[in-house]
């Protein structure tokens, strides 16, 4: 099941990131008092009421700029806006309408999108709603004050935003054939994968990073078995801000991430493992999907007999928080291994779908404690009651024990390695869920 995706899109400076944070619970975007701190697009999970939606912080419009930086950010809202459900349009009540509110307003009417208007700073209804008022001119509906600072009015805001949900994006999808997002930095061959595997070029490839502007859903029959490969998107560069070139990927991650089940993580072979990498892997993860690292144009690497284990070496050092992720080097270009994505994908789709019985679940988790004393704390030792694994895609399992506090992430992982070593789920992260139970229980 996807989550619906919220945008907040607006002028620099006036409350973004401050609104984001409040949502969010914790301070994920920087927030500083000048126009265009927020370069890159933050994203985070939101809860209100039963309903769960992703959101995205984009840089602020400056729908007329010239400046390089500024017209970047621009285009991550274009973005933002392109890949979202709803659009919570953020204007500041202490600045009043402005003329840039009009033409971001046209901007976003032309999306066809819901749109919730927001007044921030709103820090005294009493005395400010008459200025509120006046953002009826812009003609797009009802506007919702807050004060992001002071948490005023989020409860009201939060309504309006999923009022526009589609209730059918919100059931689970009927269509049961595999989803594998083909995810990565601009230009690494994340199309030229797609269309050597379905064999004519459906997706626009050129030698500009982010020549594909949408994410494309292509389906591709292997062996009898049909497969749905969605491919994300870059923007096109316009100039040498690489550093800004390569957060441009994120909003469409994770919208792909969002709605696939196995992520296919393409790393240039010549290039190397990058930051972005790990960041872009990072969504992946956090989302309990399955993975596999495609490193790609390795036709085109020098190579001896060490080459392979350098480079294996290398991408699990920075990507050490996914040890479990499948590893494939393909050749796009040639159709070198190409195939063998499909075993792999095969063979991950069984491990994120593989139940373990209680019974030998239980067995393991009491041999593990033998072989190593649980943690202990002023004289109180943890004690592990229990072990079941409650559902599937990723496998998740629940740990009852007498004090949860006492269960230090590290002796998680240690549980974890133990049902590994037994059950593999190689490309499948594993979650965990520690529960407290009294001890006469």
């Known amino acids: 099941m996807s989550k619906p995706i919220v945008a907040i899109v607006g002028r620099p400076n006036v409350g973004k990131s401050t609104l984001f944070n409040a949502l969010a619970g914790e301070r994920i975007a920087i927030v500083q008092d000048f126009p265009g701190v927020t370069r890159d697009r933050i994203y985070a999970d939101v809860t209100w009421l039963d309903k769960q939606f992703t959101m995205i912080d984009t840089g602020g419009i400056e729908p007329e700029s010239n400046d390089v930086l500024l017209s970047y950010m621009r285009q991550q809202a274009e973005v933002a806006i392109q890949t979202a459900d709803v659009i919570l349009f953020l204007v500041d009540v202490r600045q009043g309408l402005v003329d840039n509110d009009f033409k971001v307003a046209d901007m976003l009417r032309r999306s066809t999108k819901p749109i919730v208007l927001v007044v921030n700073k709103v820090d005294n209804f009493d005395k400010l709603m008459p200025d509120v008022y006046e953002f009826y001119n812009l003609g797009i509906g009802d506007p919702h004050p807050v004060s992001s600072s ?25 269509d049961d054939r595999p989803r594998i997002a083909i995810v990565g930095k601009p230009n690494v061959g994340k199309s030229s994968i797609i269309n050597k595997l379905i064999g004519e070029e459906r997706v626009i490839v050129s030698e500009i990073a982010g020549t594909t502007r949408d994410a494309i859903d292509t389906p591709v029959k292997y062996h009898g078995k049909e497969f749905i490969f969605i491919d994300t998107a870059g923007l096109r560069r316009k100039s040498k801000i690489k550093e800004e070139l390569e ?24 290039e190397g493992v990058t930051e972005q990498d790990a960041k872009i892997a990072g969504i992946a993860h956090e989302r309990g999907k399955g993975i596999i690292i495609a490193v790609n144009k390795w036709d085109a690497v020098e190579k001896d007999d060490k080459t392979i284990y350098k480079h294996t070496n290398e991408i699990k050092d920075v990507l050490s928080f996914m040890s479990y992720a499948e590893m494939i080097f393909i050749s796009a270009l040639t159709g070198q291994r190409l195939n063998k994505l499909f075993d792999l994908i095969e063979k991950v789709i069984q491990n994120q779908n593989l139940r ?55 002796y998680t992982r240690y549980i974890e390695n133990k049902i590994r070593e037994a059950f593999g789920f190689s490309g499948t992260s594993l979650k965990f869920f520690i529960r407290e139970r009294k001890e006469k229980e």
Do not use: C, W
């Open 356 to 410: 373990v019985a209680t019974g030998v679940l239980n067995e393991i988790m009491a041999e593990a404690v033998a072989l190593q004393q649980p943690p202990s704390d002023k004289g109180r030792r943890l004690k592990l009651y229990y072990i079941t694994q409650v559902s599937i895609k990723p496998p998740t399992f629940v740990i009852f024990v007498n004090d949860k506090e006492l269960m230090h992430f590290s």
């Open 247 to 270: 957060r441009f990927s994120i909003v469409r991650t994770v919208s792909a991430v969002e709605r696939a089940d196995i992520v296919v993580l393409v790393i240039d072979a010549k």
């Open 150 to 174: 002071s948490k005023l009015g989020l409860g009201d805001m939060l309504d309006e935003v999923i009022s526009h949900f589609n209730p059918a994006d919100l059931k689970e999808e009927e």
